[in-house]
């Protein structure tokens, strides 16, 4: 199928009264939002309405406002009627890709984000307790597989490779401490810059095992479905094709990097695919798709002028 990638952003994305415009002018949408509001026991309206950006920063409100933002942006370009070829979501975006893809249902997508990002925040807590102050810094300038060396050779048990962004984009999580202390070297190997992220725990790895481990007795009693659309996931980069698949992929990805790049590699080997579409706030995602080189035309599509536009350009 000829079409194009519905990308969902993840954790880092999210801006002030982002979706109310896809509130006001979709029923659907509101009716999305009444339903996160109850699961979640969250006025989600007032929260996107009123929250400010520090509020926005917050593990436990980062998660739910941009999962419904996603997932209210999906919804929206549903009715647009436009070819989609797969879907990928980034870190948490990947739970609104399962949605968009039919492999879970929207009351147990808000189940599963309140349940995730009340994990997360509590094993961020106690690893700060335990290992003092922690942090994920960009690293430009070298891929995933220098530094997933250069940690190794350090002997590292603090710092790890949490998200694989691009050929020249790692992201690193750790203690801040450790993560200083190995700058030079990484600097020394290549990267051109260090670059502190506003991300408030180490995701992504092996300091979410613990919340990994709950997470996963959580979601025993969670129905997931095959997915009716291409689905392609952040542990493997691959796509996966049924549910159990589905599950296990969102277990893992709590304490597995992020292996970004493989995505966007798998996608082009195996669709025909005519642009990119970033399905939630901001332009990260379109940033790493161009930053890869696939020579892909990159949209937004998180807000209803947004579509607006995307729909004159292809009609």
Same mark, same amino acid.
């Given at each position: 199928?000829?079409g ?10 999210q ?5 109310l ?7 659907r ?16 309206l007032?929260?996107l ?9 917050k593990?436990e409100?980062?998660?739910?406002a941009i999962?419904?933002?996603?997932r ?9 009627s ?8 980034f ?6 890709a ?6 879970l249902d ?5 189940r599963i ?6 994990l ?10 335990i290992?003092?102050?922690l ?10 597989d ?10 590292s ?9 691009g ?6 999580a750790?203690?801040? +401490?450790?993560? &200083?202390?190995? @700058?030079?070297?990484?600097k020394a190997?290549?990267?051109r810059?260090?670059v %502190? !992220?506003? =991300? ?10 613990? +919340?990994?481990? &709950?997470?996963? @007795? ?5 129905p ?5 659309? %291409? !689905?392609? =996931? ?10 159990a698949a ?9 304490s ?10 798998s996608?082009?080997?195996a ?13 990260v ?13 990159c ?17």
């Open positions: 199928m000829v194009y990638v519905a990308c969902y952003p993840g954790q880092g994305a801006k002030e009264q982002m979706a415009d896809l509130y006001a002018r979709h029923p949408v509101r009716e999305l939002f009444t339903l996160a509001s109850d699961i979640s026991g969250t006025d989600v007032r929260l309405t009123e929250a400010d950006g520090p509020t926005l920063q593990t409100v980062a998660q739910l999962t419904v933002a996603n209210s942006a999906s919804m929206a370009l549903a009715e647009r436009l070819p989609i070829a797969c879907h990928a979501g870190s948490l975006g990947e739970l609104t399962y949605a968009a893809a039919g492999a929207d009351e147990n997508l808000f984000v309140a349940k995730r990002a009340s997360m925040a509590q094993a961020s807590k106690d690893a700060l307790r290992h003092g102050e942090g994920m810094s960009a690293v430009l300038g070298i891929g995933f220098v530094v997933s060396r250069i940690l190794q050779d350090a002997g048990t603090q710092v790890f490779c949490a998200n694989d962004n050929p020249k984009q790692v992201v690193i750790g203690t801040l +401490a450790h993560i &200083e202390q190995l @700058s030079e070297r990484i190997a290549g990267a810059k260090i %502190p !992220l506003r =991300v408030s725990g180490p995701f992504h790895t092996p300091f979410m095992i613990p +919340a990994e481990n &709950e997470f996963g @007795s959580f979601l025993q009693d969670i997931f479905s095959d997915p009716v659309a %291409p !689905l392609y =996931v952040n542990v493997s980069g691959d796509r996966v094709m049924t549910a589905v599950k296990s992929s969102c277990i893992s990805q709590l597995s990097p992020v292996r970004w790049t493989r995505i966007m590699q996608i082009v080997d669709h025909e695919v005519s642009g990119v579409l970033e399905v939630g706030p901001g332009t995602l379109s940033g790493l798709w161009q930053a890869g080189g696939y020579g892909l035309s949209h937004k599509a998180g807000t209803c002028e947004d579509m607006d536009t995307l729909t004159e350009e292809t009609t």
